[in-house]
């Protein structure tokens, strides 16, 4: 039974940062592209970052590039987003998600590649 379980969100002043994490289990985590997504009710899933099965290949939605660090441990199966310069419109529930790939080098922004997805953590920016 594969799991993807979030943590490290909760409330923060805009300015300030938070680190999520997210721990897999059940499956063979390094055959995964690991994404973090977020919603805020009423509105679509919005891709935020994603990192390859090979470490270092990631890629960053255009609202958070330059903010956020998607990095992944593979033998710990655990992905972390870093979270800085935080904004009040960073408000929302956070989701892990893991795409099967057969590349190394592949990744994806759109949330229907996604095999997997976890409950979520919510992420409160204050103003």
């Known amino acids: 039974q594969v799991q993807l379980v979030e943590s490290g969100g909760g409330l923060v002043q805009a300015g300030g940062s938070l680190r999520l994490s997210c721990a897999a289990s059940?499956?063979?985590?390094?055959?995964?592209?690991m994404g973090w997504f977020r919603q805020v009710p009423g509105k679509e899933r919005e891709f935020v970052a994603t990192i390859a099965r090979s470490d270092g290949i990631t890629y960053y939605g255009d609202s958070v590039k330059g903010r956020f660090t998607i990095s992944r441990d593979n033998p710990k199966n655990t992905v972390d987003l870093q979270m800085n310069s935080l904004k009040p419109e960073d408000t929302a529930v956070y989701y892990c998600a893991a795409d099967y790939s057969i590349s190394s080098y592949a990744f994806s922004s759109r949330s229907a590649d996604y095999d997997y997805w976890g409950q979520g953590t919510q992420v409160t920016v204050s103003s």
């Open positions: 059940g499956l063979s985590f390094s055959l995964y592209a």
